[in-house]
């Protein structure tokens, strides 16, 4: 499994490149916040919401000040502003709880598995969501699975498997070293532009040499135009 990574994450680079990451690490709570709002979203709405939100306060403590009806006017555009307002108030005010400071800096002591059981006990936040925290701002060699990656690793054959989870838990003793971000990004912008749910462009996809797809979709098609922003790379 690693060798076959190993080789998609190569082809991916020599297609898409190498994604740009920020040379300084963001803040872990920055990075969960906004994995919160990107829920069922694109990373341009969850990107808008996130920094409408950061425009309205200076720190994430003054959310505990914030109506829920105002934080969820404020975070509007991501959708779901309900059910994500709740969450974030839930995760900070349980942070000041336990920690007695708002900030996720004691995930740094744990290993990968370990931080994501601690970040998967808050309300709203799933292993997708935590993987997202260790990868973009623990610098950890793993890559998280949302529906785009599991499609393509299902259907390219590296694993056979039920949900983005499953997934996640098949490939992540196999990542090879310091891949983590650039496959996980390139999967992303593969899943969005090449491998869609309905109609995957296999005549043009760079993996398809790789792929064990039985249902490999040949007919001629157009690249559709670059999608390459992504929210986490931003914050
Ligand atoms: S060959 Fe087709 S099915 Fe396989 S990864 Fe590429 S687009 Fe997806």
């Known amino acids: 499994m690693k060798e076959k990574l190993s080789e998609i994450n190569r082809l991916l680079i020599e297609n898409f490149g190498i994604p740009k990451r920020k040379r300084k690490k963001p803040n872990s709570l920055d990075i969960l916040i906004g994995t919160i709002l990107s829920q069922n979203t694109n990373d341009k709405n969850s990107f808008r919401a996130y920094k409408s939100l950061k425009s309205k306060i200076k720190s994430w403590e003054e959310i505990l000040e ?45 290993e990968n598995d370990a931080a994501i059981e601690e970040l998967i006990k808050f309300r709203g936040v799933g292993v997708k969501t935590a993987s997202c925290v260790l990868l973009f701002s623990l610098n950890r060699n793993i890559c ?80 559709k135009s670059e999608n390459n922003f992504f929210l986490l790379d931003k914050i």
């Open 66 to 110: 914030l109506k829920n009806s105002t934080l969820e006017k404020i975070i509007k555009v991501a959708g779901l502003g309900k059910q994500k307002a709740t969450s974030i108030k839930a995760l900070i005010k349980e942070l000041k709880k336990s920690q007695g400071k708002i900030s996720l800096s004691y995930l740094s002591k744990y």
């Open 144 to 223: 998280p699975v949302d529906t785009h990656v599991h499609r393509i690793l299902n259907r390219v054959g590296i694993v056979k498997t039920s949900s983005p989870d499953k997934t996640f838990y098949a490939i992540k003793d196999f990542i090879p070293e310091n891949s983590g971000h650039s496959l996980h990004t390139n999967l992303l912008r593969l899943g969005r532009e090449f491998c869609l749910p309905k109609n995957p462009k296999c005549l043009i996809c760079p993996i398809e040499i790789l792929c064990n797809y039985p249902n490999k979709n040949f007919s001629k098609t157009d690249k």
